[in-house]
């Protein structure tokens, strides 16, 4: 799987956007980008993904760059609950063996403060 | 719909003893995985299965055994317990799709100790 590159930190002020930035510089033509977020000690949940276009759910959006090799989620209303630490990861979007794991670096741990 | 529950929620063990870690999810997913989480550090895959009777290894295999019986459970076994496997422990689950994947679905997690 290609590597990921997040800050280790960031703040945001409750009711603004929160964007987070990846760097997957090796990503491959078949791997997509994942986010998930970990709040407190509790399992990890899943936020969103995409492949090459721009997505959007009711959680977050998703802006891949044009050439791949970064994304950034937004958060377009960050709220204290959203405090959490987030992870970018990128893997192929079929299962095949090892291929279909999710394998999580350290994230950014997000810190909305009122 | 429960979902993926892990039982025990926490745990204390001895060194040396043997103890089962249980996963159980009713999504009708094919894949399920186990991984551990060290404080500060993101999580690490142990074992995995991509369907009833399929079983394979992650990145830190080695203390742990998994069986997957039925689609629904997927036990992770210590057989001789060490504190270096005092951890918190999450199971998830995902839909086993060709092509779009939509997202793994993880348990509250087990925290055990060695001592």
């Excluded at chain 2, 076994?77 to 997202?103: D, H, I, K, M």
Aim: proline share 4%; with cysteine; net charge neutral.
């Amino acid at each position: 799987d290609a590597k990921t590159t997040q800050p280790t930190s960031m703040d945001c002020a409750e009711g603004r956007a929160a964007n987070l930035p990846c760097n997957h510089s090796t990503i491959s033509g078949n791997e997509y980008v994942y986010w998930y977020r970990q709040i407190h000690s509790q399992g990890p949940q899943y936020i969103i993904h995409g492949l090459k276009n721009n997505e959007t759910n009711e959680m977050a959006s998703l802006i891949i760059t044009e050439d791949r090799k970064s994304s950034t989620l937004i958060l377009p209303h960050a709220t204290l609950r959203d405090t959490a630490v987030y992870y970018c990861i990128v893997r192929v979007g079929n299962y095949g063996g090892s291929q279909g794991n999710l394998i999580f670096g350290k994230g950014t741990k997000l810190s909305v403060k009122p | 719909n429960a979902g993926v529950t892990q039982t025990p929620k926490f745990q204390v063990l001895k060194t040396g003893q043997s103890m089962t870690l249980q996963c159980a999810q009713d999504m009708n997913h094919e894949y399920m995985s186990w991984y551990r989480q060290d404080p500060g550090m993101g999580l690490r895959l142990i074992h995995y299965s991509v369907g009833a009777g399929i079983t394979d290894q992650g990145e830190v295999p080695n203390g742990y055994n998994v069986s997957r019986s039925t689609t629904e459970d997927f036990p992770l076994r210590l057989l001789s317990a060490a504190p270096s496997q005092t951890s918190v422990y999450f199971c998830a689950s995902s839909q086993n799709l060709q092509g779009e994947y939509y997202g793994y679905t993880f348990g509250s997690g087990t925290r055990l100790t060695v001592v």
